[in-house]
Every structure is written in C-alpha cells, then in structure tokens.
C-alpha cells in the first residue's frame, strides 16, 4: 500500500538589490506520512533546510524534488 502525504516548505523572500530575488528554505515540514522514514523523504530534495534558491529557479527545484519523490515509487501522490 502507497502512502499519501504533503510537503510544506516554508519560504523567506530575501531582496537583493534592484532585481534579484532569493528564497531562503527556512524549514520543510512533512504531514501525513505515516510509514517512511522522514530523511528518506528528505533525502529526495534538491535543496535542504537553510539553502538559498534564486527565484528564477524556484520552479525547477520544486519541480525536480517532486519528481525525485514519484521516482522512490513510495507514494501515490506529494505536494512539494
């Protein structure tokens, strides 16, 4: 049986000069999983708690951790 669970990244903008924005990752909160181990989950992020993402690329690092999370075939459905 697959897991359903949601991931919550709580981001902080951090403005930098005229146009260059940065996200800092302040904490990754993992609900409704009730069977993996929680650095397994986390293991899959491309960014990890304290990193920093360029809001042109906030996207694709959302984009590629889910992906990396349907890729263990753990789970049936994430949110990241």
């Known amino acids: 049986m697959k897991s359903i669970f949601f991931i919550y990244l709580n981001l ?3 403005n930098f000069q005229v ?3 940065i996200f800092y ?3 990754v909160e993992i609900e409704g999983n009730k069977k993996t181990k929680y ?3 986390l293991r899959e992020f491309v960014k990890k708690q304290g990193d ?5 690329k906030l996207q ?3 984009q590629r951790t889910q992906q990396n999370i349907f890729n263990t075939n753990l ?4 949110t990241v």
């Open 60 to 62: 694709y690092v959302i």
């Open 75 to 78: 789970f049936v459905f994430d």
């Open 52 to 56: 920093t993402v360029h809001a042109e």
């Open 19 to 21: 146009a260059q924005q």
């Open 39 to 41: 650095n397994i989950i």
């Open 12 to 14: 902080c903008l951090i």
């Open 25 to 27: 990752i302040d904490t």
